[in-house]
């Protein structure tokens, strides 16, 4: 089980260097997003299809599977079904053994992240090289995610060049992030240039066409889906689109809600294997991993609509101070508040849903109209009835004032009680909640005592 | 029961019977429904992603790309742009190891079709694009656009690219040359991919 919400954000929070970076990058994109939206005409309508075509795509998803599966297996490429991750890492493995390949290259996939399968992999002695900047920068420090878009926001120059100097170069580098950027270009190009196989996630797969997109900037996801003779991609069972048309919805709305560009510099998009052009192999992993629990769940479900933008991320007050790893999750955020505890269990994540002052930013920013707040009151609703049912503490004083507010008479001497035992009883009665509030002071006359008196005091008073 | 038959009856049962399938509202731009200057407005959309854009008229690109490429070794996908006399280039047929590609000084090709409104060039695998690879691992990419096949959004371009795609070619979208910001938010041009970019339309 997590740690839990409050705890690991009061760590966060002291964090002096973690809260200037939040703030400044997250300040920085949040204006250049409102630019980048504000330039189309036409966003609402974008956002109002795209979260049509994900509730369709959700609501057909047995069809769309199968639909896909059907266009890429015609196009050359190898389907494969996992119930979990554990079962995911194991067909990974599978095919690397089969090709006798000691080393992986990987795209930034935050499914695979999920599933644990970096370390699935080592387990069977093959080295998964991640080959994203921040996520190198993670993988050499032994570092975990803190943003879904630049996972490494919470490290500063000064660390990524001592590390690099550490780990991947010989040569001292300077505080350029130029210079800094090329140690890594220069590492990673040699692993590209002879690692036989990559693994990548997918950022939609269509069904009509059986074609897979990865969205990126750097290039080292079109490294890794063109260079190695082998590819295998994990991509979750909610990522698939109906036709290929939907892509011109989506390819305006993801680049615009996460970097804040009018385009990403790279969209790769690839269908089974296409011969003389790229990897001559080309497995595809269709990962349940708790989504179908997801799905179950008629008003959690829109969780997995999410496209991984991080605009949520960018714009809520609470991500933005206490940071991503203060949610314990490779999903943090608003949406990770939602998707953690019902992807991975209430009982792993609790707290979530409480993480949050439902201001409504997030649904604001959200490319695809997540309802986050609705979500998260749902899920306190969820959660509160689990623990009801478990008769918690919490529970059972819940229980005991549900009987006194039940009748007129019990709660009209609780009333009085109140009033007499404010102080020393409350406190003894509530010590955590009047740790950090005051107790508020009751009336001396109740609404009650006042409407029976009221004949016999002022005129007016019964007005 | 296979993981396959597994997962899609775990699917029908969390969906229920009788789920609502909702019409997709596309009130949003159509292809063809934006117009406009698309040569202007794409190549000042292509310069903002410090790509470097000229626009040439046909008679002066000959000239244009011979003074670009003077003295440096150029890749170009087999039938690809016939602009090249007095460069010397190096075709990509047979098919140019990887790292044979990254001994090169760059690589000149054409392109499917561009956007305008996200200074977008498109590459399909095609005669002109050139396979994937060519335009990937030289760390400088030239391409030639002709000014017809430049659209307005991203829907006119989704559309021209149906066929392409139900063919099953890989298509490539490129914004600009390669950037990351993971450090600090520093913007930095040019990670993996070509870290320069000169586009040449031709008007």
């Known amino acids: ?463 | 029961m296979s993981a396959r038959a597994e997962v899609l009856d775990r699917i029908r049962r969390a969906l229920g019977p009788g789920v609502a399938v909702p019409e997709i509202p596309r009130e949003y731009r159509q292809a063809g429904e934006v117009g406009g200057d698309v040569v202007a407005l794409f190549c000042s959309r292509a310069a903002e992603y410090k790509a470097t854009v000229r626009r040439v008229s046909a008679d002066e690109l000959p000239g244009v790309v011979r003074e670009l490429c003077r003295g440096k070794r150029i890749a170009v996908p087999p039938g690809g742009p016939d602009v090249l006399s007095g460069v010397e280039v190096v075709v990509d047929d047979p098919p140019l190891s990887p790292q044979a590609l990254d001994q090169l000084d760059g690589v000149l090709t054409g392109c499917a079709l561009a956007i305008a409104e996200t200074g977008t060039i498109v590459l399909d695998a095609g005669q002109r694009s050139g396979r994937r690879a060519l335009t990937l691992v030289p760390d400088w990419h030239i391409c030639i656009v002709e000014a017809d096949t430049i659209v307005a959004g991203v829907p006119d371009a989704v559309a021209a690219l149906a066929e392409v795609a139900a063919e099953g070619r890989p298509i490539v979208l490129v914004s600009g040359p390669s950037a990351t910001s993971d450090i600090e938010l520093d913007r930095v041009e040019g990670v993996h991919g070509p870290r320069n970019l000169d586009i040449l339309v031709v008007t």
Not at chain 1, 249 to 260: E, G, I, N, Y
Request: net charge neutral; proline share 6%; hydrophobic share 40%.
């Open chain 1, 1 to 463: 089980m997590s740690r839990g919400f409050p705890v690991v954000a009061r760590e966060t929070l002291a964090n002096a260097q973690l809260r200037r970076n939040l703030g400044k990058a997250t300040a920085t994109i949040r204006a250049k997003r409102l630019r980048a939206i504000g330039e189309l005409p036409d966003w609402e309508a974008l956002r109002d299809a795209g979260a049509a075509i994900k509730a369709r795509a959700m609501a057909t998803l047995p069809e769309q599977l199968e639909r896909l599966e059907t266009s890429v297996t015609a196009h050359g490429g190898v389907v494969h079904w996992a119930r979990d991750g554990a079962e995911a890492n194991a067909i990974v493995a599978s095919v690397a053994r089969s090709h006798g390949a000691s080393e992986v290259v990987k795209v930034k996939s935050i499914a695979t992240d999920e599933i644990g399968l970096n370390d699935a992999l080592a387990a069977q002695g093959i080295s998964a090289i991640e080959t994203d900047l921040a996520e190198l920068i993670l993988q050499l420090s032994h570092d975990k995610t803190s943003h879904i878009l630049v996972p490494a926001i919470h490290r500063n120059r000064l660390e990524i060049k001592a590390l690099f100097e550490r780990t991947i170069t010989d040569r001292e580098l300077s505080m350029d992030a130029a210079d800094i950027t090329e140690a890594a270009r220069e590492h990673l190009r040699a692993k590209f240039l002879s690692v036989p196989m990559a693994v990548s996630g997918a950022n939609f797969g269509v069904a009509e066409t059986g074609t897979v997109a990865v969205v990126e900037s750097e290039g080292n996801g079109r490294m890794c889906t063109t260079l190695p003779q082998v590819l295998v991609t994990v991509m979750g069972i909610e990522k698939v689109l109906p036709e290929w048309r939907d892509l011109e919805v989506f390819l305006q709305l993801l680049p615009r809600s996460s970097t804040a560009e009018r385009m990403n510099p790279y969209t790769s998009l690839w269908t089974g294997v296409r011969p003389g052009d790229g990897p001559q192999e080309f497995h595809l992993v269709l990962l349940d991993g708790g989504r179908t629990q997801v799905l179950a769940d008629e008003v959690g479900r829109q969780a997995l609509h999410c496209i991984r933008c991080s605009a949520c991320l960018n714009v809520c007050p609470v991500y933005s101070r206490v940071g991503g790893q203060a949610y314990e999750s490779v999903y943090p955020g608003p949406i990770g508040a939602v998707l953690s505890p019902q992807l991975f269990g209430l009982d792993e994540h609790p707290t979530l849903p409480w993480a949050s002052s439902l201001c409504g930013a997030c649904y604001d920013a959200c490319p695809v109209k997540i309802e986050i707040p609705s979500l998260l009151v749902h899920l306190r609703g969820r959660v509160i009835r689990e623990e009801k049912s478990k008769l918690s503490p919490e529970a059972l004083a819940m229980k005991a004032v549900a009987g006194v507010f039940g009748s007129r008479s019990r709660y009209e001497r609780a009333q009085k009680l109140a009033r007499l035992g404010r102080g020393p009883l409350a406190k003894a009665a509530l010590p955590g909640w009047t740790a950090m509030r005051e107790l508020p002071q009751p009336p001396r006359e109740t609404f009650r005592d006042w409407w029976r008196h009221r004949g016999a005091s002022a005129p007016g008073a019964g007005e």
